[in-house]
């Protein structure tokens, strides 16, 4: 970009500024969405409750399938960004 041009855009420079923090946002909340360390955290406590007798059966099928579809929505995700 010559000088000319980046005189002709300098007042841009804000909304370019603010676009990159938003990818930068964007970016971290994606990484925290798609961590599957909480939700394999959270498969092991379901496991505790149940063996403590803290939820029946029933609960804890149905929870656990809930974390399992998540688990596989962000291998999915990660198989996406892969490629």
């Known amino acids: 970009m010559g000088l000319f041009s980046q005189i002709l855009t300098l007042p ?3 909304v370019r500024g603010v676009g990159w923090v ?3 946002v ?3 909340a994606e990484r925290d969405y798609y961590d599957p360390g909480p ?3 959270e498969l092991a406590e379901l496991e505790k409750a149940l063996l ?3 939820i029946d059966e029933e609960t804890f099928d149905q929870r656990e ?5 998540r688990l596989d929505e ?3 995700h990660q198989e996406i960004r892969r490629t």
Do not use: C, F, H, Y
């Open 39 to 41: 939700v394999e955290r």
């Open 26 to 28: 964007v970016e971290a």
């Open 52 to 54: 403590s007798g803290a």
């Open 74 to 76: 962000i291998k999915a």
């Open 22 to 24: 938003v990818e930068r």
């Open 65 to 69: 399938d809930e974390l399992l579809d």
């Open 12 to 14: 841009l420079a804000p």
